[in-house]
């Protein structure tokens, strides 16, 4: 599936699996909620809405088409890293999305936020 910029999509267009029920959507190419910008997102390449107070809550947008999938339809490691987010709401990088992270088999996620990795009981 080709994804072009400046659209939403969902988990049934772009064959992801949600058992947990927690994507509503992921918007490419800027911010669902600023629509086409990246504003207050510069220097990122991605980021969830993973607070439930905000009304985008369960958003995940990327600003580049080629990382949400990879050429044979997996999901990229920055999908996963915004998924994570989701599974964890109310957080940002704590421990438990480190775990999350790690348990989805992307841990090198952790020391590519610069975060500092997991330790035995965190």
């Not at 088409?65 to 957080?91: F, K, W």
Request: net charge neutral.
């Amino acid at each position: 599936m080709k994804i072009v910029p400046d659209r939403p999509y969902y988990c049934d267009q772009l064959a992801i699996d949600d058992p947990d029920g927690v994507i509503r959507g992921i918007f490419v190419g800027g911010c669902v909620h600023e629509r086409n910008s990246w504003s207050i997102w510069e220097g990122a390449r991605s980021h969830a809405h993973n607070y439930r107070r905000n009304e985008w809550f369960g958003w995940i947008c990327i600003l580049r088409p080629d990382e949400v999938l990879t050429q044979t339809g997996e999901m990229t490691a920055t999908l996963a890293h915004g998924i994570a987010h989701l599974l964890c709401p109310d957080q940002y990088h704590s421990a438990k999305w480190k775990r999350t992270i790690s348990k989805m088999g992307y841990p090198s996620e952790i020391l590519k936020s610069g975060l500092k990795p997991l330790r035995d009981g965190n």
